[in-house]
């Protein structure tokens, strides 16, 4: 499975952003999908997950009330859709797919990773 990370960019404080993970060629249905984020200088952190049916998701606490994911199984893509945005929500965005069961939250459970995309929050 070949993963897409999309929509990154610059913002403002306070602004929203929508992210998008898509495949090329073949359907995420019947995957998990986690996004990840990677600022300078830290590791790796979990950010949000759906589950593979899109009846469950996950979120980090840094992002609970801010983030929403969602699956837009008409264009085969999982959105990450981002609202207030914080200084400290400045990243490289990575989305991972999985078959695995129940909808992991850790990266090393994922066995399908996008290239990423940056998010930068600045004023």
């Known amino acids: 499975v070949q993963l897409q990370a999309s929509g990154g960019g610059l913002v403002q404080p306070g602004g929203s952003l929508r992210l998008s993970c898509a495949t090329s060629?073949?359907?995420?249905?019947?995957?998990?999908v986690g996004w990840f984020r990677q600022a300078p200088g830290k590791e790796r952190e979990f950010v949000s997950a759906?589950?593979?049916?899109?009846?469950?998701?996950y979120f980090a606490d840094s992002v609970k009330g801010r983030f929403t994911v969602s699956r837009e199984n008409a264009k085969n893509a999982v959105s990450l859709q981002m609202n207030s945005l914080k200084p400290e929500d400045t990243a490289v965005y990575f989305c991972a797919a999985t078959r695995r069961r129940p909808t992991p939250m850790i990266g090393v459970e994922y066995e399908y990773w996008g290239q990423g995309t940056l998010v930068t929050v600045s004023s």
């Open positions: 060629g073949r359907t995420l249905s019947g995957y998990a």
């Open positions: 759906i589950s593979w049916t899109g009846a469950n998701t």
